[in-house]
């Protein structure tokens, strides 16, 4: 069900967030090596981050390409959750990574069908792309892209930053990708400019790559 693990030679530090780490000193991570951060926005239908304006503003301001998430209810309306997240990160700049949907939880999904389940996550990606023309990536486990979404081959066109904590040099690819984009390795990394611990993550590319990840896409193309 897994490929083998795949990583380019080179990788780029980066972190996610959200407020359970508090008051983040910017500065002092960047000045660390930080090279991007993926920061948590919102949440099902209602909840916005506390600490997502500022985090947003001030790793901006740090030189960091900063991305925004949503943490995805399957029971909530995926309307509502869509709207919620557009009010919150109403436009990207150049240099902001895509959108992000964070797919966890799965004891949440046990009660949606299961050729309903990656619909739902598609009416989130969908939506967020036509508005904000970038192309969002998933965030999950190989394990919750096996057992609960069951490789759904829709989500193949969306990149992939996987959560997975190992000591191997790369994670487990779950089909239908061949290859991670981001990859979250631990959350437990000692980061200067935070006082408690923190995901750490790598992105699978140089920093010209990283950099063309956030290039403000073109306007999409109406018939």
């Known amino acids: 069900m897994n490929s083998p693990n795949t ?21 002092a991570v960047a000045a660390s090596g930080i090279k991007f951060c993926f920061i948590k926005a919102t949440e099902g239908a209602s909840h916005v981050d506390p600490r997502f304006v500022s985090n947003w503003q001030a790793a901006r301001r740090a030189g960091l390409a900063r991305g925004a998430y949503h943490f995805f ?3 909530m309306p995926v309307t509502a959750q869509v709207d919620l997240f557009l009010r919150a990160v109403s436009q990207l700049d150049p240099g902001d990574l895509p959108p992000v949907l964070d797919l966890e939880a799965p004891e949440e999904w046990a009660g949606v069908p299961v050729l309903n389940r990656s619909q739902l996550a598609l009416r989130w990606l ?3 792309e036509n508005r904000l023309h970038r192309r969002p990536m998933v965030y999950l ?3 919750f892209m096996t057992d609960v979404l069951h490789n759904a081959s829709a989500l193949a066109e969306y990149p992939v930053w996987l959560a ?28 200067p400019g ?23 896409a073109a306007p999409l193309q109406t018939a």
């Open 7 to 27: 990583s380019s030679n080179q990788t780029l530090r980066g972190i996610d967030v959200s407020h359970f780490q508090q008051s983040v000193d910017w500065a």
């Open 73 to 75: 209810h399957p029971a």
């Open 126 to 128: 969908q939506s967020v």
């Open 141 to 143: 486990s190989p394990a």
């Open 164 to 191: 997975q904590y190992t000591d191997d040099p790369a994670p487990l690819v779950p089909k239908p990708w061949s290859n991670w984009t981001f990859w979250q390795h631990t959350r437990q990394a000692a980061i």
């Open 194 to 216: 935070i006082a408690c611990r923190v995901d750490l993550n790598c992105f699978n590319g140089t920093l010209d790559e990283l950099k063309a990840l956030t290039a403000a």
